[in-house]
């Protein structure tokens, strides 16, 4: 069964930068990172295909963040640049189906397996 290990998080200063790491017990599909914050409900942010041939993002992190990934070592990373207090949040990595969509891939009741969540925190 495949299982989902992000890591990464932390604090860091507003304009700062993290990158976050989701790695795969064995070869993925779709791989997306959500991302909540108590109270609210879950935000998809970024998304990247099987063979890494398209990446989506959300409009409150495109220019900011990139998602790509190893498929090698089972791995996708997020690179988190000029972040902001407002980017606090747990970050999850989610496994889905084989084909995502601009107009799906954001949908958390596509994904049927999900990392522990892994906390960042943007504040001074």
């Known amino acids: 069964q495949l299982q989902l290990v992000e890591s990464g998080g932390g604090l860091v200063q507003p304009g700062g930068s993290l990158r976050l790491s989701c790695l795969a017990s064995?070869?993925?599909?779709?791989i997306t990172w959500f991302r909540q914050v108590p109270g609210k409900e879950r935000e998809g942010i970024s998304s990247?295909?099987?063979?890494?041939?398209?990446?989506y993002y959300a409009d409150s992190v495109r220019g900011r963040f990139t998602i790509s990934r190893d498929s090698a070592k089972n791995t996708v990373y997020l690179q988190m640049n000029s972040l902001k207090p407002e980017d606090t949040a747990v970050y999850y990595c989610?496994?889905?189906?084989?084909?995502?969509?601009?107009?799906?891939?954001?949908?958390?009741?596509?994904?049927?397996?999900w990392g522990q969540g892994t906390q960042v925190t943007v504040s001074s």
């Open positions: 064995e070869y993925m599909n779709a």
């Open positions: 989610a496994a889905g189906p084989v084909f995502v969509s601009d107009g799906t891939w954001f949908m958390d009741a596509l994904y049927n397996t």
């Open positions: 990247i295909n099987r063979r890494a041939t398209m990446g």
